[in-house]
């Protein structure tokens, strides 16, 4: 059985993405308040595995979960990426006629607001979690309030879905990475599959440095699927930059890393893992 440790409750999409990674594996959930405490948990046990999402097509890169991660020590040994989908639902014994204010996650709210704009008269609230929204409404017996989900939340708290599928836009994808201590890292994930990298480093603040890093990526016929910077507090107008590259010639990536080690300052690969 694997330890799990996610933000959210049982029925977040954090829980969905975590049993469709581990598919065939029984799991056993910690339902972590904030994504500190996930990172927290590990710290706390090395046998437990972190799952955090990382960024939304449509919301963006969560630039907090990356500092988090760089700092937690933890290694990334895999990635999964959930389709995300929305319902509204109540009480069985309420209705459209009889709810009166509507609870979820900011980023759910966001991702539905064109279907809520059509329902004018409904409060919206923000809460922590999407599926503790519905927990909430269910334990509390809170008549007149309304969840913004996944069904399968509505469904294990025993709502009823007033609509499925109110998501704005319909390719909404939310990317998951999977961590832990460096040391079950190989346990994790076979090396030798791994056909992505996730890495941070700094760059001296010097004019060209980051092209001269992404062309010795390019010469090598690394991959750059991804950039993103971050500042560092303290030191004005200087930067992390966290990327992602895909490979097919391991051999080839492990060169392109020596190759801008000396280009950088404070290198540090997060990990190595099968990208999806």
Request: charged share 20%.
């Amino acid at each position: 059985m694997k330890r799990i440790a996610i933000q959210g409750e049982t029925g977040s999409f954090h829980d969905i993405a975590a049993r469709q990674y581990f598919s065939n594996e029984q799991l056993q959930l910690i339902c972590c308040q904030t994504f500190e405490q996930v990172y927290d948990s590990i710290r706390q046990d090395p046998t437990v595995i972190g799952m955090a999402a990382i960024e939304n097509t449509i919301a963006g890169s969560l630039l907090h979960n990356y500092e988090l991660l760089r700092d937690s020590g933890t290694t990334v040994v895999g990635e999964h990426k959930l389709h995300i989908t929305h319902c509204i639902c109540c009480l069985p014994d309420d209705d459209w006629d009889t709810i009166c204010e509507v609870h979820s996650h900011p980023v759910a709210l966001m991702q539905t607001r064109h279907y809520l704009s059509q329902h004018p008269s409904l409060r919206v609230v923000e809460g922590d979690d999407t599926a503790g929204s519905a927990k909430m409404i269910a334990e509390g017996d809170h008549h007149g309030w309304a969840a913004i989900c996944h069904a399968e939340a509505a469904r294990l708290y025993g709502l009823k879905v007033l609509e499925d599928g109110i998501e704005d836009n319909k390719h909404n994808f939310t990317r998951f990475l999977v961590c832990s201590v460096p040391q079950k890292a190989d346990m994790l994930r076979p090396l030798l599959e791994a056909d992505k990298a996730s890495i941070v480093f700094s760059l001296p603040h010097e004019e060209g440095s980051l092209s001269q890093v992404l062309s010795i990526l390019s010469f090598y016929k690394i991959n750059l699927t991804k950039i993103q910077s971050l500042p560092i507090i303290g030191r004005e107008w200087e930067y992390l930059f966290y990327v992602d590259v895909t490979y097919d010639n391991l051999t080839r990536y492990r060169q392109s890393i020596d190759a801008i080690i000396p280009l950088t300052r404070d290198l540090k690969i997060l990990g190595e893992y099968k990208g999806v």
